[in-house]
């Protein structure tokens, strides 16, 4: 199973024969209370320094989130998409609730990107879905619906995946084009959070053979020492068949290279030691 995605000029293909592809994460507000008032300013210039500073971090897709209450998703978010297609060549996750919003910067968006996303609500599938199968994207299906996020239940989040695969193909949007994120919860409130979405995405990948993304990092909310339960719970989720995990790529590119090389996915770790001599390199060069 193979996903593309491309900007004007770039092409990225997701896969489970492919190397991790890393979704940088960090042009989002939620959390960062410089850049929600930017973005309430109608400023982009942090959103175009986080999109160069991700790319060169490694990010090979940016996902782009402008969300913040009181700001004007509609106008800003083709705003911001122009910015970063303007500064960076990698292709784009535009992500929004509103689907208003995403047609928006649909219309501007050069290549094919990802739609983040479409749940399994009726509504979402009703209004996202033709917007996929007119601007012939890539979508993200999240395992939520009308019931919200089942808890303790992978089985259930497995037949939310079902469901969505079911309907676009109905639509005739392939298969190819779905990534399901089966959604991490923190552990700060339910220790068997991560299990539950493990389990989940073992079961999508083989019942319905698509590529996987996830918001790793929601897993750490409100714990300690984030990074690292971050990046053991992502290495796990790689060994499950998490193919694009939406993610800091300063922080975790170097786990990532690593499970990789260690899951047969880097032959000879030509990658994992390049990125090695990237950062002695730019060691020894820093002031
Ligand atoms: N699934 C899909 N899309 C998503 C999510 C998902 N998009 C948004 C989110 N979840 C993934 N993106 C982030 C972005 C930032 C953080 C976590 C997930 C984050 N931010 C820090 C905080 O809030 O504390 C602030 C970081 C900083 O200041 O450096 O943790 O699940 N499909």
């Given at each position: 199973m193979k996903?593309?995605?491309?900007?004007?000029?770039?092409?990225?293909i997701?896969?489970?024969d492919?190397?991790?592809?890393?979704?940088?994460?960090?042009?989002?507000?939620?959390?960062?209370?410089?850049?929600a008032?930017?973005?309430l300013?109608?400023d982009?210039e942090m959103?175009?320094?986080e999109a160069?500073?991700q790319?060169?971090?490694?990010?090979?897709?940016?996902?782009?989130?402008v969300?913040?209450?009181?700001?004007?998703?509609?106008?800003?978010?083709?705003e911001?998409?122009?910015?970063v297609m303007?500064?960076?060549?990698?292709?784009?996750?535009i992500?929004?609730?509103?689907?208003?919003a995403l047609?928006a910067?649909l219309?501007?968006?050069?290549g094919?990107?990802?739609?983040?996303s479409?749940?399994?609500?009726?509504?979402?599938?009703?209004?996202i879905?033709?917007l996929v199968?007119?601007?012939?994207?890539?979508?993200?299906?999240l395992c939520?619906?009308?019931?919200?996020i089942p808890?303790?239940?992978?089985?259930?989040?497995?037949a939310i995946?079902?469901?969505?695969?079911?309907?676009?193909?109905a639509?005739g949007?392939?298969?190819?084009?779905?990534?399901?994120?089966c959604?991490?919860?923190?552990?700060?409130?339910?220790d068997q959070?991560?299990?539950?979405?493990?389990?989940?995405?073992?079961?999508?990948?083989?019942?319905?053979?698509?590529n996987l993304?996830?918001?790793?990092?929601?897993?750490?909310?409100?714990?300690?020492?984030?990074?690292?339960?971050?990046t053991?719970?992502l290495s796990?989720?790689?060994a499950?068949?998490?193919?694009?995990p939406?993610?800091?790529?300063a922080?975790?590119r170097?786990?990532i290279?690593?499970?990789?090389l260690?899951?047969?996915r880097?032959?000879?770790?030509?990658?994992y030691?390049?990125a090695?001599?990237?950062?002695l390199?730019?060691?020894a060069?820093a002031?």
């Amino acid at each position: 199973m193979k996903t593309t995605v491309s900007s004007a000029t770039k092409t990225v293909i997701i896969g489970d024969d492919q190397p991790t592809v890393i979704i940088g994460e960090r042009i989002n507000p939620t959390g960062k209370k410089k850049l929600a008032a930017a973005l309430l300013a109608g400023d982009l210039e942090m959103v175009r320094q986080e999109a160069i500073q991700q790319v060169a971090a490694g990010a090979d897709i940016l996902d782009v989130n402008v969300g913040v209450a009181g700001v004007d998703e509609v106008a800003l978010l083709p705003e911001a998409v122009k910015i970063v297609m303007e500064a960076v060549d990698v292709p784009l996750c535009i992500d929004s609730a509103n689907p208003e919003a995403l047609e928006a910067a649909l219309e501007v968006y050069q290549g094919k990107p990802i739609v983040n996303s479409v749940s399994g609500e009726e509504a979402s599938l009703q209004r996202i879905l033709p917007l996929v199968k007119k601007y012939n994207t890539v979508v993200i299906g999240l395992c939520m619906d009308d019931d919200g996020i089942p808890q303790n239940d992978p089985e259930k989040r497995v037949a939310i995946a079902r469901k969505i695969v079911a309907r676009a193909e109905a639509l005739g949007i392939p298969r190819e084009d779905i990534l399901i994120d089966c959604l991490a919860l923190t552990l700060g409130a339910n220790d068997q959070a991560g299990l539950v979405t493990l389990q989940a995405m073992r079961q999508v990948k083989a019942e319905l053979g698509v590529n996987l993304t996830l918001g790793a990092s929601n897993i750490s909310f409100g714990l300690p020492e984030r990074e690292l339960l971050n990046t053991v719970f992502l290495s796990i989720c790689l060994a499950a068949g998490l193919n694009c995990p939406i993610v800091d790529a300063a922080k975790m590119r170097p786990a990532i290279l690593a499970a990789d090389l260690a899951l047969g996915r880097d032959s000879y770790g030509r990658r994992y030691i390049r990125a090695y001599r990237a950062r002695l390199k730019a060691a020894a060069s820093a002031p």
